[in-house]
């Protein structure tokens, strides 16, 4: 297995229930998908939970894979990111409170934001150029929504804005960025 | 709520991938993506879109326990006991018994009449077989592709033998599909055939170029 083997390449081989090709993947992109999980339920166990239900359905879902589903790591980003958006949603699970160890300083911490590491070299350049074109507090509900799995109300108390604002940006926000990703297309 | 409006239809939609989407209205949201195919179309085109955004998350190695418990869930290792053991012991006779009817009726099962001592199977990584390869004695081989795959629509798999220092030689396609296909021996490949079969996955639209290594391989067995 080369390293520089593509995802697409890696996804291919475990349809056809290779190994190799499954630990391969899992080493390239858990801790993507571990990093969204810990943000999005604040909570180790469950993240960890999540990670493993999800890469089950990776590896039995591999053949349904399909570029045009979009880059792999979109595609194991829905897998995962349904899974978790699930579990909160139905409301079974009470979130914890913050870890104040290091790892968890770490998340929490503002350091570079999402559009920085989209600009990077691993990143997406023309999601990035959509997202600037949205104002910052409409563009901050989104990634609140995004990353953290909040709620119109959540968003509206984190942002100390009115909840009939909040849910406009985040509907305004989405279809702009439809559009323009359409664009790009 | 009218799912049949478009705008309507497609802003649920995000707002589900999101996440904003909640409570009771989640509830019936998901109700109808089970009987409306444009919802769910909808949903997928909103996971495709937002999920661009999961690149951007920080990395954080995961505890080593979910890979170990991704292989214990996927993977199981067959269960190890001591040589003693008696169900051991009974299991080895019976798969030795099996093993034997194997032997004594592959041949007429897996091999048309004619077929010479040219046997291979391709096994997966986790010892399934793929497919059985038979030679003829016209030198054509049969190729059984035993159950239907899974294949990436844009992917084939491809088969080569693999004989000394040189290049892999392309025998043909493999069939995915769960079927027999039947591929003639390359002239420039002389009797006796010898050396490791090699498959390799490659896309459909490429020409195949000779691999430096296969996905999988197997040797011949005699019969």
């Known amino acids: ?185 | 709520m009218n799912i049949h409006a478009p705008p309507l239809r497609d802003s649920l939609a995000a707002e589900y991938v999101l996440g904003t989407l909640r409570g009771a209205a989640r509830q019936r949201f998901e109700r109808l993506l089970a009987a409306h195919p444009a919802l769910r179309r909808a949903v997928a085109e909103w996971e495709r879109r937002l999920n661009r955004l999961a690149v951007a998350s920080l990395s954080v190695a995961p505890p080593p326990e979910v890979w170990r418990g991704l292989e214990h869930r996927l993977f199981p290792a067959p269960a190890r006991r001591p040589w003693w053991d008696s169900l051991t012991l009974w299991r080895g006779l019976t798969l030795a018994s099996v093993l034997a009817v194997v032997v004594i009726l592959a041949p007429q099962l897996a091999t048309p009449p004619e077929a010479d001592a040219g046997f291979a199977a391709i096994r997966n990584r986790q010892h399934e077989v793929l497919w059985t390869v038979a030679r003829a004695a016209d030198g054509r081989l049969h190729v059984s592709n035993l159950r239907a795959m899974t294949m990436p629509p844009d992917q084939q798999c491809l088969l080569w033998l693999k004989s000394g220092d040189g290049p892999p030689v392309m025998l043909g396609t493999l069939p995915d599909d769960g079927s027999v296909r039947t591929l003639p021996m390359p002239a420039s490949v002389a009797p006796p055939v010898q050396g490791e079969l090699w498959v390799t996955m490659q896309p459909v639209a490429t020409a195949p170029q000779p691999p430096t290594q296969p996905l999988f391989q197997t040797r011949w067995q005699a019969l």
Do not use: N
């Not at chain 1, 939970?49 to 790591?73: H, I, K, M, N």
């Open chain 1, 1 to 185: 297995m080369t390293p520089g083997e593509s995802l697409a390449a890696l996804l291919a081989r475990c349809a056809l229930h290779d190994r190799r090709a499954f630990e391969a993947l899992y080493q390239q992109t858990a801790p993507t998908l571990y990093g969204l999980l810990l943000k999005l339920t604040r909570d180790r166990e469950l993240a960890a939970d999540l990670l493993q239900e999800g890469f089950v359905r990776v590896w039995q879902r591999a053949g349904d894979y399909r570029p045009t589903l979009g880059q792999p790591l979109t595609w194991l980003g829905s897998i995962i990111r349904h899974l978790a958006i699930d579990r909160l949603r139905r409301g079974d699970h009470r979130r914890r409170g913050e870890l104040d160890d290091d790892g968890w300083a770490r998340l929490a911490d503002d350091g570079p934001g999402p559009e920085e590491r989209l600009h990077g070299e691993q990143g997406d350049a023309t999601l990035a150029g959509c997202l600037e074109t949205l104002d910052p507090e409409p563009r901050r509900a989104v990634f609140l929504a995004y990353y953290e799995g909040l709620t119109h109300d959540a968003i509206a108390a984190r942002l100390e804005r009115p909840l009939g604002t909040v849910k406009a940006w985040v509907r305004r926000s989405l279809r702009r960025l439809k559009t323009c990703l359409e664009e790009d297309a």
